[in-house]
């Protein structure tokens, strides 16, 4: 961090009053500087951290978001070379702050301290490391550095010793699911929810995870990937601080906010198989043409998922699927491939995959089932076949509402020393996206922070999040573990 001298005349003259400026410029340079290393020690559990919180946090996200494996664009999936290179600078970051670290058999990485209480249950506080392909830089990289940098306040503001129960910080390898399609492998793995068919599970090009991690190094059995497994009695709670990735908090003009819910999701790649053929010779109707029905079968799952009620009956005599049920029902193909891929042949298959997100599951399974019916029935008609491959299912979690208060006062009281004054109240979000608290919801009990981010954007280069946000998230994590985790606060 640079910080410059007052300007003055590189030859003050020895007068009382340039002496003066003289010494109360050395003075304050040496606060800055002794502040940016030491927090303000002794102010009684008020610092603000802006060097450590703010400053050095968004320069720690600007630094891994440079770590791409790609030219140009960001993209880091799971065991890729920038991942192991990102490894690397998360594991001097969580040194730095006075954890010790580990790389798991899946990938994850940790950063823990112990506590006075050696049979405490521990907290863990994380979010991921992998990211989607040209991503932007605060996706997971926020949650993880921010719980570092909170961390690195409690160490120099001497109460990493002071701690009730351990705190441990977890990068997780995988969330995105961008490489085997196949989403949290690395907060999977720590719940004890990964299915040892995972192992098997193959890239793009054909690499399984298994070969991922032996290439790097890690046994990759089912026994290995069990030892990541921990045991919940060894675990208070989880909590995550992920960029909203929606506009709901800029909207309301508000920093930060707490995650009631988030949105089960199920993933579909559907398989298009047509007869391949010659574009100009084969007439239309004699051609069965797999991209022509993959467009019919997009468009049905918009139309959908825009208007459900259309093709849904709903029953509210069974509470089964209700106009409620569905609200928030997103539904997205954000892959497409086809084979042979020329524009003089008509192809012979395409894929796309699926993605359908609601926040109640039995409605996600109604529309799972009628889009199957609609795929199936559209196919016959084209006389094209077509597969539904089931690639990843999660129900939707509830996050726990004691920690979803305590995270409220965490922030509030961020948001009052930062500005002075007490914020209005706080808003509480559900969440479409995915998160690791997903997995770690079947381990423990999960609480979210949500922090406003430009415009909603995100998965893009374009997602952005203002420094000060960076900082009030940091500071609210800093709270919250000082108001629940440091010595005699519990
Ligand atoms: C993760 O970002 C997801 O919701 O897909
Ligand atoms: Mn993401
Ligand atoms: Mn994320």
């Known amino acids: 961090m640079a910080f410059s001298l007052p300007k003055s005349s590189p030859f003050p003259l020895p007068n009382p009053l340039n002496l003066l400026i003289f010494s109360i410029s050395i003075l304050l340079t040496l606060n800055l500087i002794l502040g940016s290393e030491m927090g303000s020690v002794g102010n009684g559990g008020n610092e603000l951290f802006p060097e450590i919180l703010r400053d050095e946090a968004v320069f720690r996200i600007r630094e891994l978001g440079k770590v791409s494996d790609r030219e140009g664009y960001l993209e880091r999936t799971f065991l890729s070379p920038a991942a192991l290179r990102a490894t690397d600078l998360i594991i001097s970051w969580m040194q730095d702050a006075g954890l010790r670290s580990w790389v798991d058999q899946m990938g994850n990485i940790h950063g823990r ?43 120099i503001s001497g109460k990493l010793q002071k701690l009730y129960r351990p705190v441990e910080v977890i990068a997780f390898s995988d969330e ?45 059995t089912i026994e290995s990937l069990g030892r990541v497994k921990y045991n919940p009695q060894s675990v208070w709670g989880y909590v995550e601080v992920h960029i909203e990735q929606g506009p709901v908090l800029e909207t309301l003009g508000y920093p930060l906010g707490i995650v ?19 574009a100009g010779t084969v007439p239309m109707p004699l051609r069965q043409d797999p991209m022509a029905a993959a467009a019919e079968l997009i468009v049905t799952l918009e139309s959908l ?22 609200a ?24 796309f995959t699926v993605d359908v997100r609601v926040i109640d ?14 795929i199936y029935w559209k196919c016959d008609r084209r006389m094209i ?36 004054y007490t914020p209005s109240e706080m808003p509480i979000l559900m969440s479409g996206a995915g998160h690791d608290a997903m997995a770690m919801a079947r381990l423990t009990k999960v609480g979210m922070l949500f ?5 909603g954007i995100s998965h893009s280069p374009e997602e952005f999040v203002l420094d000060d946000d960076v900082w009030a998230s940091g500071l609210a994590l800093l709270h919250f573990l000082e108001q629940h985790v440091v010595g005699d606060s519990v």
């Not at 892959?335 to 524009?343: F, I, K, Q, R, Y």
């Open 113 to 155: 301290t112990e506590s006075v209480n050696s049979s405490a249950e521990a907290l863990l506080i994380g979010s991921h490391m992998d990211t989607v392909v040209d991503a932007g830089m605060y996706d997971g990289a926020l949650g993880v550095i921010c719980a570092i940098s909170a961390l690195k306040a409690l160490k």
């Open 176 to 220: 995105e699911g961008v490489r085997f399609q196949s989403t949290f492998l690395g907060s999977a793995a720590v719940a004890g929810i990964l299915p040892p068919s995972t192992l098997l599970a193959t890239d793009k090009s054909g690499v399984t995870v298994q070969n991922v991690l032996r290439e790097n190094s890690f046994e990759a």
């Open 260 to 278: 009631k819910g988030i949105a089960g999701q199920t993933r579909l790649k559907v398989i298009v198989n047509g007869v391949q053929g010659h």
């Open 305 to 326: 998922c825009r208007k459900p009620e259309k093709f849904l009956t709903y029953d509210n005599e069974c509470g089964c699927v209700t106009k409620e049920s569905l």
């Open 328 to 351: 928030g029902l997103v539904c997205t193909v954000g892959e497409l491939s086809c084979w042979p891929s020329a524009s003089n042949v008509i192809p012979g298959q395409v894929n």
């Open 361 to 374: 599951d039995k409605a996600r399974e109604a529309i799972l089932a009628e889009l199957s019916k609609q």
């Open 385 to 420: 076949n077509c597969t539904i491959e089931l690639k990843h299912s999660a129900e939707a979690v509830l996050c726990d509402s004691g920690l979803a208060v305590q995270l409220k006062q965490a922030a509030t009281s961020a948001l009052r020393k930062m500005h002075g």
């Open 451 to 455: 922090v406003r981010c430009r415009g």
